[in-house]
Nanobody, 123 residues
């Protein structure tokens, strides 16, 4: 059974940092691309960042330069380091797993999803 469990969300002031972590299980991790998405209240879920099996990454324009996605294949984890947080970053953040090695920005390309973790950035 494939599972994704996110952790690390919370409340932070604008300008602060948080690190999200996603623990994966249930299939070989090193050959799958991983992604982070988020959904703010009243808005559709949107792409944040993705990382390929090789470590190549891609970011949404709104977070590029502030967020960093990384993976540790030996630990089956993918992290999202979030710096210089803004109130607009407030959302539920979801970890997603693709059963292909190449990264994607499309939600439909991901087969498995975590339950989400809340990130709240106060002004």
């Amino acid at each position: 059974q494939v599972q994704l469990v996110e952790s690390g969300g919370g409340l932070v002031q604008a300008g602060g940092s948080l690190r999200l972590s996603c623990a994966a299980s249930g299939r070989t991790f090193s050959t799958d691309a991983m992604g982070w998405f988020r959904q703010a209240p009243g808005k559709e879920r949107e792409f944040v960042a993705a990382i390929a099996w090789s470590g190549g990454s891609y970011y949404a324009a709104s977070v590029k330069g502030r967020f960093t996605i990384s993976r540790v294949n030996a630990k089956d984890t993918v992290d999202l380091q979030m710096n210089s947080l803004k109130p607009d970053d407030t959302a539920v953040y979801y970890c997603a797993r693709r059963v292909l090695p190449g990264l994607s920005t499309k939600q439909g390309d991901y087969s498995y999803w975590g339950q989400g973790t809340q990130v709240t950035v106060s002004a």
